[in-house]
C-alpha cells in the first residue's frame, strides 16, 4: 500500500522510510491536537531540519542531503498523509526559498543562507502574493525605490506561509515600470521596518503559519537582490513551476490518508448485519479514487523526473497539480461519506482531510492558473 516503489532508487525508499517513520512517530499521533488548538508545532519543523527533510534539494556543497526532487515530492508526500499543514514548511523552504537561491542567488547569497536553510536553522518565506494581485502576478504593486547602493521596499504581502516563522525572506517588489518586467527579487534577513502581521484563521492547514508581511521603508542593502533586476517575475514563475510539483505531492500525501482512513473505517463498521466494507455502493467510489490517486501520484514523478533531468517541467508540474489537488478533495469527500456522521466529527481525521485538501486547488496557482499553464503549452501564442 502506498507510495509505489517500481521506479525508486535505494536512496529514495530510505529516505521515504525515514520521512514515513518521523511522521508516524512524530506527527500522526499529535496532528489532531495541534490542529483543534492552531497550533503550529515549530519544534517538529526545527527536528525535520535537523533529519535533513526540510530542504533535502540544498546540495551536499552547502551542507544538504543533495538528494533530488522525487526525494523531495516523497518526503512531503509521507508528511502530508500525517499532517497537511506540517507539509507545507517543506515545500516552502526546499521549493520556494532554496530554489530560487540556487537558480539566481550569487555565490556569497548561497553561502550566507543554503547551509543554514537546510538544516532548519533558519526558516524562509516567500513573499510573491499581494492583497490585490494573486493570480495576476504581474500586477504587484510593493515597491523597492532605490537608497544609496540598496533599495528601500515598501508595501504589503498576503497569504504568507512560514511568514511568521522566517528569518529569512524572498520578496519580489517593483523596482521599474508597470508590468511583469518592473519586478526584482530579493533575498534579505528581517529589517527594520517588517511589520509581520496577525495569523489568517482559515478553513484548514491548522498547523501552519499564514501571515500578511508589511514593510515600510524596509531597507535592503546591494547584496540583497536575487538575480538580474527586471527578472523578479520570470524568477518568482520559474520557481512555482518547481513548487507546483510538490503542491501535487501534497495532495497525493492527502488523498493516501483518507483513503487509507476510508478502508480501515468501511472495514470495522458494521451495518445490516455486517461490515460497511462488502457493501459496492462503498468499495466503489474508494476504488475510483484510489486508481486516481495512483495516475496523479505517477504525473507528480514524472514531473519531478523532468525536472531532476533538468528538462522542461512547468506543463507537467501543472498537470500533476491540477490531476493530484482534484484528487486530494475527491478522496477526502469519499472518506467524509464512508465515515458517515462520524465522518462530519471532529473526532475523526476526515473531516480535517476536506478542510486540508481544498488548499491544494488554490495555493501556488489555482487549478483555473494549473489549466492556463496546460493551454499556452498546447496552444502557444493564440492562447495568450
Ligand atoms: C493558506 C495559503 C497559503 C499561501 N501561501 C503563500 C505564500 O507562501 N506565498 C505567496 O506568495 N502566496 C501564498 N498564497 C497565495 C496564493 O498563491 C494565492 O491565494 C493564489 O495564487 C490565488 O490568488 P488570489 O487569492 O489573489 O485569487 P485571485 O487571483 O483573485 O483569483 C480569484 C479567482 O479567480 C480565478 N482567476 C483569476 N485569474 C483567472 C484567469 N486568468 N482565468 C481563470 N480564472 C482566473 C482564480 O482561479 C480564482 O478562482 C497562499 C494562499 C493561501 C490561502
Given at each position: 500500500m502506498g507510495t509505489m516503489t517500481a521506479a525508486l532508487t535505494d536512496a529514495h525508499m530510505e529516505v521515504q522510510a525515514l520521512a514515513r517513520e518521523f511522521a508516524a512517530a512524530e506527527i500522526a499521533p499529535r496532528a489532531a491536537d495541534w490542529n483543534a488548538r492552531t497550533h503550529v508545532p515549530v519544534d517538529v519543523i526545527r527536528r525535520m531540519g535537523e533529519l535533513g527533510?526540510?530542504?533535502?534539494?540544498?546540495?551536499e556543497r552547502y551542507?544538504?542531503?543533495?538528494?533530488d526532487a522525487t526525494a523531495l515530492c516523497l518526503i512531503v508526500e509521507e508528511i502530508a498523509r500525517a499532517d497537511?499543514?506540517?507539509a507545507v514548511p517543506i515545500a516552502v523552504q526546499a521549493g520556494l526559498v532554496a530554489s530560487p537561491l540556487l537558480r539566481a542567488g550569487t555565490d556569497a547569497q548561497k553561502e550566507e543562507w543554503l547551509p543554514r536553510l537546510a538544516t532548519g536553522e533558519v526558516l524562509g518565506c516567500y513573499a510573491l502574493t499581494e492583497p490585490d494581485a494573486g493570480s495576476d502576478?504581474?500586477?504587484?504593486?510593493t515597491r523597492a525605490e532605490p537608497d544609496g547602493d540598496g533599495w528601500q521596499i515598501t508595501g504589503a504581502k498576503q497569504w504568507i506561509s512560514n511568514g511568521a516563522l522566517a528569518e529569512v525572506f524572498i520578496i519580489f517588489a517593483r523596482?521599474?515600470?508597470?508590468?511583469?518586467?518592473?519586478i526584482s527579487a530579493f533575498i534579505t534577513g528581517p529589517a527594520d521596518g517588517l511589520l509581520v502581521g496577525r495569523e489568517i484563521p482559515k478553513l484548514?492547514?491548522?498547523?501552519s503559519s499564514t501571515v500578511e508581511l508589511s514593510f515600510d521603508a524596509m531597507p535592503v542593502g546591494?547584496?540583497?537582490?536575487?538575480?538580474?533586476?527586471?527578472?523578479g517575475l520570470k524568477l518568482a514563475l520559474a520557481t512555482l513551476d518547481g513548487g507546483r510539483i510538490t503542491v501535487a505531492a501534497q495532495a497525493c500525501g492527502i488523498a493516501q490518508a483518507a483513503i487509507d482512513l476510508a478502508v480501515s473505517y468501511a472495514s470495522g463498521r458494521d451495518a445490516f448485519g455486517g461490515p460497511?466494507?462488502?457493501?459496492q455502493g462503498v468499495q466503489f467510489p474508494i476504488a475510483d479514487v484510489a486508481a486516481r490517486l495512483d495516475a496523479a501520484r505517477l504525473l507528480t514523478h514524472h514531473a519531478a523526473g523532468l525536472r531532476d533531468a533538468g528538462k522542461p517541467h512547468g506543463p507537467a508540474g501543472a498537470k500533476a497539480k491540477l490531476v493530484a489537488s482534484a484528487v486530494a478533495v475527491a478522496a477526502a469527500d469519499v472518506a467524509v461519506q464512508t465515515l458517515g456522521g462520524y465522518g462530519y466529527s471532529?473526532?475523526?481525521?476526515a473531516e480535517r482531510l476536506y478542510r486540508d485538501a481544498k488548499i491544494t486547488e488554490i495555493y501556488e496557482g489555482t487549478s483555473q492558473i494549473q489549466r492556463l499553464v496546460i493551454a499556452r503549452d498546447l496552444f502557444g501564442d493564440a492562447a495568450r
Open positions: 527533510l526540510l530542504a533535502p534539494t540544498i546540495p551542507g544538504g542531503p543533495g538528494l497537511a499543514g506540517l502576478t504581474a500586477a504587484l504593486r523596482t521599474g515600470g508597470e508590468g511583469a518586467r518592473g484548514g492547514l491548522h498547523t546591494p547584496e540583497a537582490r536575487l538575480g538580474p533586476e527586471g527578472e460497511i466494507a462488502r457493501f471532529a473526532e475523526y481525521a
